[in-house]
């Protein structure tokens, strides 16, 4: 007699392994029978038709918010994600000093798109400190494992106040208590820190996440109070900007305090090295006796754009400015004007409002093969066929035009 038998799924078992069909026994909460099992269990679960497969582990989310206050935190664990790692790319909720709650879920929602008021409505704030915050997230009872990090936007903006927001430099002294705090909050049970170097995260009024310009002296002092406790990851997001140098400090970091650092890696026009040149800058610094992670993106990051969410490909014309602060009845009345979308169509866009962002608008104005629209049935691997570029060029018109 088994505690748990579940009954002819198809194991897919995560070692890379053909997939097969089999039953599966766990007693005492440890797998003790897998193919023919024939003795029954105390609960059986008939798992024909189904995948048997281990919970995934999804390292990068940003639940921060949700997680005070959703039990089962959907959709991931409807998905069979059965641990999530949060606080992420330097964005989350703790340490925070009672003036900021508005400021850090404007940060949030900037970074990461996340309702706002969403946010404001499902948080009750009953910590400051970071360990405030674990002991709150412990207060809830919980479908699925969490995991959470300490975000230096939140920590600079806790320590350096307005300074800190605005990416200034910090003072010797600031970097001490910033360091501090992440010691205390490792110690409390973070498994990490995280930060962002990427003109891509920033908050509703466009500020860059704070510490993405962060110097060597902040990282590294920050990345020795990690060495001191022994145990956590240095999690980041970044442009590789050639004066950064990431490979150089990451690789002496790491080196230093003997702990992996995480950075995602991607293929993207914002990214100034390709995939290949981070791969093998990674594996150059790993045989010098670095232990640089890199956490691939298995799928394009996507942006949902319509006319009333945060972005969309027209938003730099002139003609929708002038329109952007009307009501949407009003809009849509405009837009279906043959008149006002010959106008809008024939304008250039106007130029990025800092040098920076050219590339992100490049790629919400003009990447019409990057562009898909989302309907029914949509393609999660679309062909370039499916894109706003191949519908517009079967239908013989320009790709702005289709959109
Ligand atoms: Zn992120």
Redesign the pocket.
């Known amino acids: 007699m088994h505690d748990l038998v579940i009954r002819g799924g198809t194991v897919v078992d995560g070692t890379g392994a053909p997939r097969f069909v089999a039953d599966v026994a766990v007693d005492g909460g440890i797998i003790t029978a897998m193919g023919q099992i024939s003795a029954s269990g105390r609960e059986e679960i008939d798992a024909s038709g189904k995948i048997v497969a281990p919970g995934f582990v999804d390292i990068?989310t940003?639940y921060d918010g949700q997680a005070t206050w959703d039990s089962e935190m959907g959709p991931s664990s409807w998905h069979g994600v059965t641990t999530v790692v949060m606080g992420?790319?330097g964005?989350g909720f703790a340490p925070a000093k009672k003036d900021k709650h508005d400021w850090l879920i404007g940060l949030m929602e900037g970074?990461?798109d996340i309702p706002g008021t969403a946010l404001a409505e499902g948080m009750k704030w009953d910590w400051e400190s970071f360990p405030d915050y674990l002991d709150a997230l412990e207060r809830l009872p919980r479908t699925i494992d969490i995991g959470t990090q300490v975000p230096h936007g939140a920590l600079r903006a806790f320590v350096m106040g307005q300074r800190g927001a605005d990416n200034e430099e910090p003072t010797e002294a600031d970097i001490a208590e910033m360091a501090r705090l992440v010691e205390e909050g490792l110690r409390a049970g973070a498994l990490g820190f995280s930060t962002s170097r990427t003109v891509l995260h920033k908050s509703i009024d466009g500020e860059l996440v704070p510490g993405t310009t962060a110097t060597e002296p902040e990282l590294v002092g920050i990345g020795r109070a990690m060495g001191k406790v022994g145990h956590g990851v240095f999690e980041l997001?970044t442009d590789f900007l050639e004066e950064w140098d990431e490979f150089g400090w990451m690789g002496r970091l790491s080196r230093e305090t003997g702990l992996p650092i995480a950075f995602?890696m991607l293929q993207s026009p914002i990214k100034q090295m390709p995939w290949t040149e981070q791969m093998a800058a990674m594996c150059n610094a790993n045989d010098n006796g670095a232990n640089l992670v890199a956490a691939i993106g298995l799928r394009g990051i996507g942006v949902i754009m319509n006319w009333r969410g945060t972005v969309h490909p027209f938003m730099r014309k002139p003609s929708w400015q002038k329109i952007a602060g009307l009501s949407w009845d009003e809009q849509k009345a405009k837009l279906s004007d043959p008149a006002f979308k010959a106008a809008m169509l024939a304008e250039d866009n106007l130029p990025p409002p800092s040098p920076d962002m050219a590339p992100f608008f490049m790629l919400v104005t003009a990447a019409w093969a990057m562009q898909f629209p989302l309907g029914d049935g949509f393609s999660y691997e679309p062909t370039r066929e499916e894109s706003v570029f191949g519908f517009a060029q079967a239908a013989g018109k320009e790709s702005a035009e289709y959109a």
């Open positions: 990068h940003h992420n790319c964005v970074v990461e997001t995602t």
